[in-house]
């Protein structure tokens, strides 16, 4: 959205963000995918991940700890950093944190699977489950972070 709303939808180093955000490719086939393989839980992320990872491990009585150096995230992480500096905007590295933890509407999906489980094609494993409640990324607890789409908070 920032990339249409900045005047540089046309750059061709962001065309692909643009054209997923004109036109949704939610992952279908990853939800049954995920229950053939054994899935926990699942939630979209149309809230950001860190709101709705709080909402799996508050419902499931876990704590979630996504690793911010797993594969997963460290490539959307590099990725979203690439266009927050095409975008020229201050701090590109924490913008695309900020992205990747609080925005939203990206039609992915977040499951957890057993510690065994072999996990299917779109998922990339980003983290674990432990005891405790809350999510903790990079060691950080998050509970007292606010971002992410709330939608009663008026």
Known sequence: LVA????KADDPRLREVVA?????RPPLAGGPAAALAGATAMIDLSDGLLRDAGRVARASGVRLVLDADSRGLADLH??????ARHLDLEHP?????????GGGEDHGLLATFP???SVPEPFAVIGTVADGTGVKVAGLDTSRMSIGWDHYSG
């Open 20 to 24: 997923v955000q004109r036109a949704a």
């Open 4 to 7: 249409m709303q900045s005047g």
């Open 78 to 83: 590099d990725e979203l950093t690439d266009v």
């Open 93 to 101: 590295a924490a913008t695309a944190w900020q992205w990747l933890l």
């Open 115 to 117: 510690a065994r489980a």
